[in-house]
């Protein structure tokens, strides 16, 4: 699947919204970021808990495995979530095996549990996205 085709919103899309943030490449981002989100969904009477988890985990691999600081999309449109987190680093994103005795390392199986979808595209040189797609609702 391709990136989601995002557009800038319009005055018959109320209760809708788009955010590009290029936060910078500090341990705390996820955290604010993960803030933001939860203020942006509960204002429109969202829930937020899914949403929330999602991009706090896909923003915290950027982090950690991007090399460098990650740029976020975040669109509520049609009763759906689309987040897309990329980074700068060409390695492909890989699922660890499961293992009770692991004690991180789990963040894309939360990810697949919680997204109603999700996958990673490459961006030619530059690095990659990965995007998960989220229902919310009242």
Request: overall charge negative; some cysteine; charged content about 20%.
């Amino acid at each position: 699947m391709s990136l989601p085709c995002l557009r800038p919103p319009s005055a018959e899309s109320a209760g809708e919204f788009r955010l590009d943030l290029f936060p910078p490449t500090a341990p705390q981002v996820a955290g604010v970021l993960r803030r933001l989100l939860r203020d942006m969904l509960g204002s429109v009477g969202l829930d937020h808990d899914a949403p929330c988890l999602i991009l706090s985990e896909l923003v915290t691999n950027a982090l950690v495995h991007g090399g460098g600081a990650p740029a976020v999309v975040l669109e509520l449109r049609g009763g759906r979530l689309y987040i897309t987190v990329s980074d700068a680093s060409p390695v492909p994103v890989v699922r660890r095996a499961p293992d009770d005795a692991r004690t991180g390392g789990r963040g894309l199986d939360l990810v697949d549990a919680l997204a109603d979808e999700w996958g990673v595209e490459l961006i030619g040189s530059y690095g990659k996205a990965v995007w998960a797609i989220s229902a919310v609702s009242v």
